[in-house]
C-alpha cells in the first residue's frame, strides 16, 4: 500500500505541491472574507444592519472592525505575511460567529434547523482549515517568495 501511496504521491505532487495551487487554495479559503469585506465596505449600512441584527452594540465600531479583520487578515494570509496570525484570527472570528449566528440547537426541528445545522458543522470546517494554515505555516515556514 505504501508503493501505491507514493506512486500517487509523485503524480499529484507536480500540481498540488506548487506555489500556484497553494496560492488558488489560500484564495479559496479567504473568499467569503474577501467578498465579505468588500460588500461591507460598500455598503456599511448594511454592515451596521448586520451587526445589529445579531445584536452587537455599538454597531459602527464592530462593522469597521469585521471590515478591517476579514480584509487584512485574508491579505495576510495570501501574501505570506504573518500568515499564521492571519489564519487565527479569522479562525477564531469564524468560530465565535458561528456560535453567534447559527444556533441551531435553538431553533425548532425543520428545515430552517437542518440547514443552520448543516452551515454550522460547514463553518466549523472552515475553523479548521485556518488551523490548519496557521500550523503549516509555524511547523513549515516559506519566504514571501514562495507564498
Known amino acids: ?54 445584536g452587537l452594540s455599538p454597531a459602527a465600531p464592530f462593522a469597521v472592525l469585521v471590515i478591517i479583520l476579514e480584509l487584512a487578515a485574508s491579505v495576510m494570509i495570501l501574501v505570506g505575511f504573518f500568515r499564521w496570525l492571519g489564519a487565527l484570527g479569522l479562525g477564531a472570528f469564524t468560530l465565535l460567529a458561528t456560535f453567534l449566528a447559527l444556533r441551531f440547537w435553538e431553533l425548532p426541528a425543520g428545515m430552517e434547523r437542518f440547514m443552520a445545522a448543516n452551515s454550522f458543522f460547514e463553518h466549523l470546517g472552515l475553523v479548521g482549515g485556518f488551523l490548519l494554515v496557521a500550523w503549516l505555516d509555524l511547523s513549515h515556514p516559506i519566504s514571501n517568495t514562495e507564498a
Open 1 to 54: 500500500m505504501d508503493t501505491l501511496q507514493t506512486k500517487l504521491a509523485s503524480l499529484a505532487r507536480p500540481i498540488f505541491g506548487t506555489r500556484w495551487m497553494r496560492f488558488l487554495a489560500h484564495l479559496g479559503l479567504c473568499a467569503a472574507y474577501l467578498q465579505g469585506g468588500l460588500n461591507k465596505l460598500t455598503d456599511f449600512p448594511g454592515a451596521i444592519g448586520e451587526m445589529t441584527h445579531f
